[in-house]
C-alpha cells in the first residue's frame, strides 16, 4: 500500500522545530490537538499511488485509488490528496468526504480526450434529458455524489478541460452522449471550490446541483469567446451558495443560475435559493454576465447580486424562461453593476424556448416577480432594456432605481422594449419605458435590497496552512 502520511505528526515536528524561533511563524489556529483549522489529519502526493506527471502518461488510475484509499480516513480527520508539480493527464474520477484535493500552483490537470475513460451517468432527474444530445452523459472530469464536507483547492493550480476536441464533435453533431463539465458534485453539503484555473471546459466549467452550503471563490476560469456552452459557474437548485472573487471570460453565461427542466424540473422540485455572488467579473460577448435560467423549474428565490463588472457582454443579470417551465424567479437584488459595451443593460425574456421533449405542460407558466437592480453605470451600450413578459403571465415587481447609461455611438433606435412587464424607476438615464413609471422625479428612491447576511457569508475556507513540500517531479 502507498504511503499516507499522517499530518499532525508533521505538524507537531513543525511547531517544535518553529518555536526554537518564533511560534507566530505557523499561520492558522493550531486546533487543540494539533492541526491548523482547514488541514486533513492525512495526506498523500498523487506521486505516492503511480502518477506520472509527464502530460503523457494517463493518471486516471492513480487517482481513482488515491482517493479510494484517502476515502478510508474520512472518520478519522479526513484526507488531502496533493497533487505536485507536473502535467497530470486524466480521465474521470470521483471525490468522496472529508477530503481536500490540493492543486500546487505549478499542477495542471490535463482532462484526457480518450472517451473510454469518462464513465457515463445517467440524465439529471431535474433535467430528465442530456443538455447536448438526449442521451446519457459523460461523468465530469472531477465528479462527486453524496458528500460531506469536500474541498477542490490549490495555490491557483490549473485544470485544462482541453475541450476542443468536444467542441469540434458537438459543432459536427457528432456526440452520442452530453459532453462532460469540468467539475460537478451532486446531493452534497459543505462544498468549497476555491483558488484554481480552470480552462478550456468541454462545457459548463463548475456545476454543483441538489447541494447547499457551496463556495466558489477566486477562480479564473477562462474559455475562448466563441466556444460552446463554456458557462462558468452554474448553481443548480442549490441552497446556501456564496460566490465571490471569480473572473470569468466564456462563451456562454459567466454565471447561470438554475433548478431543472420543465417537467423534469417541475417534477424534482428543488429551488435554488439563498446565494451572493460578489465581485465578479465576466467578459462574455455572446451571453449574460448572470443569467437567471432558462432552466428555472424548480424556482429560484433569494439571489443578492453585488459589485459585478462586465466588459464586452452582451446583458447584465438577465432572466431567461419560458412557457412550460413553471415556477418562479423571485426576489432578485442586485447592487452595483459597472458594465462597458454592452448590447443590453437590462434584459428579460418569456419567450426562451428550449424544451427538453414534446412533454411539457403549456399551462406551466413561470412566476416571475420582485427583482431589483440598483447603481447600475453603463457605458457604450446598444440597447438600454428588452424587457419581455410572457401573455397573460406579467413579470411584476420589477423596480429599476440610480442607473446611468451611456449609448454607444451606433445604437439601437428604441432604448426600451417592455412588454407584459410592470414595476417602477427612479432616477433612470435614458427614462425608463412608460411600464416602469418614475413616481418621485427627481428624487433617488432606491429599489430594496436585504439588510441581513446570508449564512454561508460568514463560512470560513478550509484553507490550510501547513502541508508538506511536493516532491518535484
Ligand atoms: C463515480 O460515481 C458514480 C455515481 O456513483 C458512478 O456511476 C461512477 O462510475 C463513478 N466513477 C468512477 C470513476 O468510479
Ligand atoms: C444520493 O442521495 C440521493 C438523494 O438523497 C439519493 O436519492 C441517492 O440514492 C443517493 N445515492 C447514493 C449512491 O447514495
Ligand atoms: C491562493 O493561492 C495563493 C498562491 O499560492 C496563496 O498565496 C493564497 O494564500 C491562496 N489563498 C487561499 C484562500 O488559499
Ligand atoms: C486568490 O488567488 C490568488 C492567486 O493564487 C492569490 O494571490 C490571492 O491571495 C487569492 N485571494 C484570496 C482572497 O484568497
Ligand atoms: C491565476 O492564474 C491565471 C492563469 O494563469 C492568471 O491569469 C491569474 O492572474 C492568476 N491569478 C493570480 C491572482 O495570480
Ligand atoms: C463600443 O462598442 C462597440 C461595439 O458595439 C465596439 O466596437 C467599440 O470598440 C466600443 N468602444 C469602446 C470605446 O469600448
Ligand atoms: C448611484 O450609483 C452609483 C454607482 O453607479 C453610486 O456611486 C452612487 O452612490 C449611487 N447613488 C445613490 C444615491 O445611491
Ligand atoms: C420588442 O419585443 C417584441 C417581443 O415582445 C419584439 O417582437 C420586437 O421586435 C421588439 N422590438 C424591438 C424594437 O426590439
Known sequence: MARVHNVRGLVLALAAILSLISLSLVQGRVLEDGLPSGCRAHGAFLTDFGGVGDGKTSNTKAFRSAIAELSKYASQGGAELIVPPGRWLTGSFNLTSHFT????????????????????????????????????????????????DVVITGGNGTIDGQGQYWWDKFKAKQLVLTRPYLIEIMYSDQVQIFNLTLLNSPSWNVHPIYSSNVIVENLTILAPIKSPNTDGINPDSCTNVRIIDNFIVSGDDCIAVKSGWDQYGIKVGIPTKHVTIK????????????????????????????????????????IKTAIGRGAYVKNIFVKGMSLKTMKYVFWMSGNYGSHPDQGWDPKAL????????????????????????????KFTGICLSNVTIELAEKHKKVQWNCSNIEGISSGIKPQ??????????????????????????????????????????
Open 101 to 148: 484535493l490540493y492543486l500546487h500552483k505549478d499542477a495542471v490537470l490535463l482532462a484526457s480526450q480518450d472517451e473510454s475513460e469518462w464513465p457515463v451517468l445517467p440524465p439529471l432527474p431535474s433535467y430528465g434529458k442530456g443538455r447536448d444530445v438526449t442521451n446519457g452523459r459523460y461523468s465530469s472530469l472531477i465528479f462527486g455524489t453524496n458528500l460531506t
Open 279 to 318: 465581485r465578479l467579473t465576466c467578459i462574455s460577448p455572446y451571453s449574460a454576465t448572470i443569467a437567471l435560467g432558462s432552466e428555472m423549474s424548480g424556482g429560484i428565490e433569494d439571489l443578492r447580486a453585488e459589485d459585478i463588472t462586465a466588459i464586452n457582454t452582451e446583458s447584465g443579470v438577465r
Open 366 to 393: 413561470p412566476i416571475i416577480s420582485g427583482i431589483n437592480y440598483q447603481n447600475v453605470k453603463a457605458e457604450n451600450v446598444s440597447m438600454a432594456g428588452d424587457l419581455v413578459g410572457l401573455d397573460n403571465d
Open 432 to 473: 425608463a419605458c412608460d411600464k416602469l413609471p418614475d413616481k418621485q422625479p427627481g428624487k433617488i428612491v432606491p429599489c430594496p435590497y436585504p439588510s441581513d447576511k446570508l449564512s454561508i457569508e460568514d463560512v470560513p475556507l478550509k484553507i490550510c496552512s501547513i502541508r508538506p513540500e511536493p516532491p518535484m517531479y
